[in-house]
């Protein structure tokens, strides 16, 4: 069985610029997490996403934002970035939402923001 | 808000000897769960107590969920190089819907 898979797994973008990052959940999976991860702020969660809906957010502002489609994979964008938008960006795909379900992490995709 | 405390928060040991690392919340939490990060790579789960007082262990490694519900401890027993790592103790909250919260990690660096 495949696990979460996350591209790219690195970009480098400048301040101002948007960005969106795709991950791809195991199959038959249908709630994706996002979390940001900082040298700083260590693993913070951003949201989940199951059935296409935004089930629960974290204390991000309203610029990072995220979708899921109906094959469950899910989008994260974040607009107007900022220095500190720099981090390692996890996605963990469950199979339900609701309750606590094993969550699995992809790799990541590191952002760089210049 | 909430918050975990985890320490050590880093170890440099000799291949062979044992580790331990714990983690302390000043709430209750039902769900704690002990990840290990490698270089390049997202979490990797290692164990999962979802009772109080339990201890379970996987391996060489062994982790307990509090009877107080507050705090946990994992040990690495025989360290191994490639136990080479960043460990992090989570718990799961249904605060704001349900998600997890992570400790800020236990570096472990293994000596051969």
């Known amino acids: 069985k495949a696990g979460v898979t996350q591209t790219p797994r690195y970009l480098i973008k400048t301040r101002g610029q948007q960005v969106t990052l795709s991950c791809s959940p195991i199959s038959g999976h249908r709630s994706v997490s996002w979390y940001q991860q900082t040298p700083g702020q260590g693993l913070q969660f951003l949201f989940e996403y199951f059935s296409e809906t935004q089930r629960n957010k974290g204390n991000f502002p309203g610029r990072f934002s995220g979708r899921q489609f109906s094959n469950s994979r899910s989008e994260m964008n974040v607009s107007t970035l900022e220095l500190g938008d720099s981090a390692l960006y996890l996605c963990a795909s469950s199979l339900d939402s609701g309750g606590y379900n094993e969550q699995f992490f992809g790799p990541g995709t590191r952002l760089t923001v210049l | ?112």
């Open chain 2, 1 to 112: 808000g909430q918050q975990l405390n985890q320490s050590p928060q880093s170890m440099f040991i000799q291949e062979g000897e044992d580790v331990s690392m714990n983690c302390t919340s000043s709430s209750i939490f039902n769900t704690w769960l002990w990840y290990k990060q490698d270089p390049g790579e997202g979490p990797v789960l290692l164990i999962a107590l979802y009772k109080a007082g339990e201890l379970t262990s996987n391996g060489r490694l062994t982790a307990q969920f509090g009877i107080t519900r507050k705090d946990s401890f994992l040990n690495i027993s025989a360290s191994i190089p490639s136990d080479v790592g960043i460990y992090f103790c989570a718990v799961f909250t249904y605060n704001q819907g349900g998600k997890l919260i992570f400790g800020q990690g236990t570096e472990l660096s293994v000596k051969p």
